[in-house]
């Protein structure tokens, strides 16, 4: 990794870790959950976002709430800034330490404290794998709705720092719709509970604007969430398309129909070979375009829905709509859709994904937008949307060997999010801006609507010590990202 | 921001349709100096800015319906009406969005989705004299939120006016989005203490085909909860509800469950047939069966309950399996007191309303209850009441009772908002 993109430097700018601190910090968690040796760090020098990477100077696994707390007590009386990490899944770089020496690690904090099943609540660490908490509730005919691709990875802790979403938003919602409560640890070490089982509570939803605050606010030990009846019966189709146009032109049918489908997911060409040479699901390697339409609900009437997506497919140029016979196939299907980030891996030694938005009907000028933006930097670009709701995620395939090539991978990211702004949507529907997307914030607001937010965020945490130098584009911040870019291009 | 709806941002005089306050204006009984009605964005946040520089305070206000939610403000001089801010910006129906004034109703929002086979599917009472920004501002809802949420869920992007006259914007247009902090989500249910709202964007649904309902009879308050919650697991209907007797016409029960649902003929006919067999297991009668337009207007009824004629309307939140139990505690302590309570559940969200009809009655109500639903990390509030009840509650945690452990973080909040204190002080939680 001689030539691995740029490596900040983590030590500048924040009081130095004193002996005491690191003593004090080991006492209250133990040697072996403390990481302060340079090979062991390399761990933690990036997240899902790879093209920028700084290992902390000390890693912090505390394995309780309370712990997470006396932790974050003990960096407070030093005024030591820290970035809180949960799996380390994110895709915006949001856990790169920049001017934080010490990272907290909520990923030991695994417990599922409470499930009620007849009012539909459950209480999980912040360390609770996505996955788990399905897994545990299934057997009562429930599920937790949001369910991000990285979903038997990511962690519940990261998901409400994010703001996490997933293929079936589109008719469940995200992250926030089913964050009832939050715990969390104040950077100044104080626990305050906001929000709880029960709705609707007077006063500010506080618990609204902890959910996808990245990590700036603290960090939080446990959610109380929502939990959602299982569908009773499911539709789950490929719908094959020769063109990534006539796919999109399909989804603006369905949606003007007045269906909403319980996801509808796009992938395209490069995609499919990609998936289908790791998971060998049966995807057409010739077709343009492919959508993975999910209808879920009470089973009377799904069959009358079915048809008239069905119809709607074919009237916009679908050469095949395959039924997933059964459970085994639905879920091999959804198998190759959550994973298809991972398979893109055989096709190129690195790839970076962006996450834009625009309104659904602009999907075929985005689509359009990106192709030429490929083109114009002579990069491969591959396409797996969640279509339904217009949150796009073109892959951008490189060797980050090549220096020029990621100067012009980085170059089109920013042009395809600058297009979505364009087209009147947003540089992020999922991943969070994190450090990558700092630069695009003041596409989308104003600096008073960027001086409203930094002002909230100073309420929770005064002196800017969690997670310090994200989503924002201070003065110093803008120097610290684009420089190392620059560099990194060289 | 549409042209229009900046309007003379940037003109030297404004259309303010200012005048003096009298006794109709009066919030709490406090008569505000003076009244505006400005003409468009620009003139409010001249307004604002005027209001904030000579160290004034004012309430903003649609139609005024629901301004009885709230404390009394602590300081009013300036009431800011802004229903003439009523246009539909913009209603992009194949994306499923809409952006709107806050001073349209949602009656009339309704009717141009409605064009579009949409709606927003929010149902508070008196849609018809119910701005968009006393929607957001008392975080209003109807039956509809057990299955389709509430303002939060909806809410993709808000803009307001600071104390300074800026216009500040938070969220987006589109369906999903999370850049930046979701600052949309703190103007839901905060009266207007920390801005004043001027536009909306909100993503809207397909208007189902169908809608039916249910009428099931039920001996007492937690038979009813339970049967609800039953119906609840079997069917996961659209809308479900608890009323007390004298809640709905017809119905000759102390209690009834009212179950709803909107989807495809075949669904609602499935779980209409599906209730009817939990109620012949002996559970309760059916007694009467809605369908499209009775329907809503059965779940209007049941919506408009909030605005029900009464000494006051207390807003009780809990779990939902404890709303049984809770409501035969407060009949029974009302009963003590020779008062008969009226009350409708939304079973599904644990949330009630109860009617108490004697002035004399209220804090007695509210001094038993509020302890043991907050011990339980449940609230009571006192939405509707006359301002000499209001003060007779001060001693008893107001209206809204504690707010919990956050209240030191929401003073901070509303100081970071609105540090002059501009925006309808005393009117929330924790004298803010």
Redesign the interface.
């Known amino acids: 990794m001689s030539l691995a993109p740029h490596r900040r430097g983590s030590t500048r700018d924040h009081p130095t870790l004193t002996t005491r601190l690191v003593d004090a910090l080991r006492a209250l968690v133990g040697p072996d959950a403390i990481v302060d040796r340079p090979e062991a760090l390399l761990v933690y020098e990036c997240d899902g976002y790879t093209l920028e990477r700084g290992a902390p100077e000390l890693v912090v696994l505390p394995r309780s709430p309370e712990q997470v707390a006396g932790v974050v007590r003990l960096l407070a009386s030093e005024g030591i800034p820290f970035v809180p990490r949960g799996a380390g899944t994110g895709l915006s770089g949001g856990t790169l330490p920049i001017a934080a020496p010490v990272m907290v690690c909520t990923s030991r904090l695994q417990a599922i404290e409470s499930i009620?099943v007849?009012?539909r609540?459950v209480v999980a660490q912040a360390g609770v794998v996505n996955l788990w908490i399905t897994r545990q509730v299934q057997s009562a005919?429930l599920l937790y709705a949001p369910d991000p691709s990285s979903q038997t990875a990511c962690t519940i802790g990261g998901n409400v720092a994010?703001?996490s979403?997933g293929p079936h938003?589109l008719k469940y919602?995200?992250t926030?719709?089913h964050v009832l409560g939050v715990e969390l640890v104040l950077p100044s070490g104080e626990v305050?509970?906001?929000g709880?089982?029960?709705?609707?509570?007077?006063?500010?939803?506080?618990t609204?604007?902890v959910?996808?605050?990245e990590g700036t606010f603290g960090i939080v030990t446990r959610a109380t969430l929502r939990l959602t009846?299982a569908p009773e019966a499911y539709r789950t189709f490929l719908a094959v398309f020769e063109s990534i146009d006539a796919a999109s032109e399909a989804v603006?049918g369905i949606?003007?129909a007045?269906?909403?489908p319980a996801a509808l997911e796009m992938m395209d060409a490069l995609i499919l070979q990609a998936v289908e040479a790791a998971f060998h699901a049966g995807l057409p390697l010739d077709a343009g375009a492919v959508l993975l339409v999910e209808l879920d609900?009470?089973?009377?009437?799904l069959d009358?829905?079915a048809e008239r997506v069905r119809a709607v497919c074919l009237r916009h140029g679908a050469r095949e709509v395959r039924v997933a016979a059964d459970d085994a196939e639905r879920a091999l299907l959804w198998k190759a859709r959550k994973r298809a980030f991972g398979a893109v891996g055989r096709l190129a030694p690195n790839y970076c994904t962006q996450d834009g938005?625009?309104?659904?009907?602009r999907l075929p000028e985005i689509v359009r937008a990106i192709a030429a933006t490929a083109q114009r930097h002579q990069l491969r670009i591959g396409n797996v949307f969640?279509a339904g709701?217009?949150?796009i995620h073109p892959i951008i395939l490189f060797d980050e060997r090549d220096q020029d090539e990621v100067r012009r991978v980085l170059e089109a990211g920013r042009e395809i999010l600058e297009a979505c702004v364009a087209l009147?949507?947003?540089?992020?529907?999922?991943?969070?801006?994190g450090v990558e997307?700092i630069a695009q914030?003041p596409l989308?607001?104003?600096p008073?609507?960027?001086l409203?937010?930094t002002?909230?965020?100073?309420?929770?945490d005064p002196d800017g010590r969690a997670n310090p130098h994200k989503?924002f584009p201070d003065a110093k911040v803008c120097v610290e990202t684009r420089a190392p870019r620059r560099q990194a291009a060289m | 921001m549409s042209a229009a709806a900046e309007g003379a941002a940037g003109d030297a005089t404004h259309d303010l349709d200012e005048r003096d306050g009298t006794i109709a204006d009066a919030v709490d009984a406090i008569v505000p100096a003076s009244v505006c009605r400005p003409a468009n964005t620009g003139a409010v946040r001249e307004m604002v800015r005027r209001t904030t520089a000579q160290g004034l305070a004012l309430v903003a206000s649609g139609r005024g319906r629901h301004l009885a939610i709230g404390a009394p403000p602590t300081k009013l001089d300036l009431l800011l009406r802004l229903d003439r801010l009523d246009e539909i910006l913009e209603h992009h129906a194949a994306d499923m969005t809409v952006s709107v004034a806050a001073g349209c109703t949602l009656a009339a929002l309704d009717r141009v989705l409605a064009a579009a086979g949409q709606w927003l599917p929010l149902d508070p009472p008196a849609p018809d004299a119910t701005t968009i920004g006393g929607l957001i501002a008392a975080n209003l809802s109807g039956p509809l939120r057990a299955s389709q949420g509430t303002v939060r869920d909806l809410l993709l992007g808000l803009r307001w006016v600071s104390p300074q006259g800026e216009l500040v914007s938070a969220g987006g247009r589109v369906v999903k989005n999370v850049a930046g902090y979701d600052l949309p989500k703190v103007h839901v249910g905060a009266l207007g203490t920390l801005g004043v709202l001027v536009e909306a964007t909100f993503k809207v649904r397909p208007r189902p085909p169908c809608e039916r309902a249910l009428v099931l009879a039920c001996d007492d308050a937690q038979s009813a909860v339970e049967l609800a919650l039953d119906a609840r697991d079997a069917v996961e209907p659209a809308w479900l509800e608890v009323a007390s007797a004298g809640v709905l016409a017809g119905v000759d029960a102390p209690f009834a469950v009212v179950v709803g649902w909107l989807g495809l003929e075949e669904e609602v006919a499935d779980a209409e047939r599906r209730v009817h067999s939990l109620a012949e297991a002996g559970r309760a009668v059916v007694v009467a069966t809605r369908d499209d337009a009775d329907a809503g207007a059965l779940r209007e009824r049941l919506a408009a309950f909030a605005l029900e004629p009464a000494a006051a309307v207390l807003r009780v939140a809990t779990l939902p399996d404890a709303v049984g139990s809770l409501l035969v505690e407060a009949t029974r302590l009302a009963g003590e007191a020779g008062e008969t309570l009226r009350c409708v559940a939304h079973a599904a969200n644990g949330v009630a309303r109860i009617a108490v009809r004697e002035p004399r009655s209220v804090a007695a109500l509210v001094a038993a209850l509020r302890p043991r639903l907050e011990a339980a990390g449940g609230s009571l509030v006192v939405e509707r009441t006359a301002a000499s009840v209001k003060h007779e509650l001060a001693s008893l945690g107001g209206m809204f009772g504690d707010p919990g452990p956050g209240r030191t973080l929401m003073r901070r909040l509303k100081d970071a908002f609105d540090p002059q204190h501009t925006f309808a002080p005393g009117r929330f939680v924790a004298g803010i």
Do not use: C, W
């Open positions: 009620d007849r009012n609540r005919g994010e703001n979403g938003t919602g995200v926030t719709n305050v509970q906001l709880g089982a029960v709705e609707e509570g007077p006063g500010y939803d506080l609204g604007i959910v996808g605050s009846r603006s949606i003007g007045g269906i909403v609900g009470p089973a009377a009437g009358t829905l938005v625009v309104p659904r009907t969640h709701d217009g949150n009147g949507g947003s540089v992020t529907g999922e991943h969070g801006i997307k914030m989308l607001f104003s008073e609507d960027l409203a937010m002002r909230v965020r100073a309420v929770f989503i």
